[in-house]
Structure formats: C-alpha cells, structure tokens
C-alpha cells in the first residue's frame, strides 16, 4: 500500500465580487485555467472549510495589475 | 485580448478565449460544464507498440490538480529509494501504484510468502494477483467487468 503523507494544494485565484456573488466573473486555477463563477465559489467555500487553507488578498487597479497583496491566515 | 494574443503560448491563449468566454456568458460556461460533468468516464484502450492507456475525463478541475499533485508526490518517494526511469516513467508508476494499492519500492526484507518462494521474473504481477485476491472475494468472477 501506498502510505499516507501526502497533503495537495489548489491555488484559486477569483474576484472578491464573483466571492461575494456581486458579479460573476471568472476564477483561475493555477495550472489550469479559468473556471466559472459558480465553481469558484464552491472551490472557496470547500477551502474555507478546510483549516488549513491559507488566504491572500490581492489589491488590483482597473487594468487588473496587481498593488498589493497579503497573506491572511485562515 | 486580441492585442495580446500574439505574445501569449498556444496555452495561455486557449486560456484567455476561455476566460474572455466565461466573461460573456458565465451562466452558459456553468451549464457546459455541469451538462459535461454527466458523462464523467475512464477509458481505456490498447495502444500500437501493445501497451494500454488508461484515461479520466471530465472531471472535477479541483480533484484531478490534487490527484495529479499526489502522482508526482508518490513518484518522487520512488525516485528516492532509486527506481529506474524519468519521472514520466515514475509517474506512470506512481498512477497505478496509487489506483491498485501497491508500493512498487523495492522491498529490502520480503515479507510473506513471497520471503519463501520469491518471484523475481516479475514481482509487479505478483503483487497485483495478491492485490486481486483481496480486492475480488472468492467465488466472485475477478476482472470481469
């Protein structure tokens, strides 16, 4: 048997209105891709069940370019 | 986006159009992908040099990145203890390590009935008839789908 002691991360990347269902715009999965609104927000609320899930809030202007950015516990 | 496109990899343009499409129509990217997500399968098929492909599609995004980092994880454990081949060769390894419940690191001490009566022509198959026997119980037709 293969013997435990693997723990996988996801990076998600998605606006706080599609978070906050203000809008419905895309997240980002890294290595992979967009993902809809809709899964964003279930990939989140699944990470923010999780205890260990660490949070990193990314100030960006109008174009998008990251400002600032900082890591939060969960 | 188009003004960008000529700096983008094949990858990352086929990820922009799917975002630019995702921003146009988000509710009809949620219906493609939930209307996908029903015909969720593995394949499997023989190739032409005789070996065989196994392949899921259509499944969640989330779990194939974690079940792909878990691969990579097993394959470097059988790169350390000094298994042959590149880590492709190791992945591959790992896979089906990972779906069959077998550890393919060479066992210093075997343990079992293989200690008495080893099988060195092909201790892979070995352990998989082993694995079979636990997984199909007797008087079950095993491997039949």
Redesign the interface.
């Known amino acids: 048997?293969?013997?435990a002691g693997?723990v996988?991360?996801?990076n998600?990347t998605a606006p706080l209105v599609t978070l906050t269902d203000l809008a419905?715009?895309?997240g980002?999965?890294a290595?992979?891709?967009?993902?809809?609104?809709?899964?964003a927000r279930d990939?989140a609320a699944?990470a923010a069940r999780n205890p260990k899930t660490t949070w990193c809030v990314t100030v960006t202007d109008e174009h998008g370019h990251a400002h600032r950015a900082r890591l939060r516990p969960p | 986006m188009l003004d960008r496109a000529s700096r983008l990899t094949p990858g990352g343009l086929r990820a922009a159009i799917a975002r630019a499409v995702m921003e146009v129509a988000p509710e009809k990217a949620r219906q493609r992908r939930e209307q996908a997500a029903k015909d969720a399968r593995v394949g499997r098929w023989l190739e032409d040099s005789g070996n065989a492909a196994l392949m899921g599609c259509e499944l969640p995004p989330d779990e194939v990145l974690a079940a792909d980092q878990r691969i990579t994880w097993w394959a470097g454990e059988l790169k350390k203890v000094g298994m042959d081949g590149g880590m492709d060769q190791l992945r591959a390894r790992a896979y089906l390590d990972l779906l069959l419940g077998k550890d393919s690191r060479p066992c210093p001490r075997p343990v079992g009935p293989q200690a008495a009566n080893p099988s060195p022509a092909n201790p892979d198959r070995t352990a998989l008839a082993g694995w079979s026997a636990a997984w199909f119980p007797p008087g079950s037709s095993a491997g039949s789908t």
């Not at chain 1, 290595?31 to 899964?39: E, I, K, N, Q, R």
């Open positions: 048997m293969v013997p693997f996988g991360r996801v998600l419905g715009r895309p980002e999965l290595g992979f891709g967009p993902v809809d609104p809709w899964l990939l699944a």
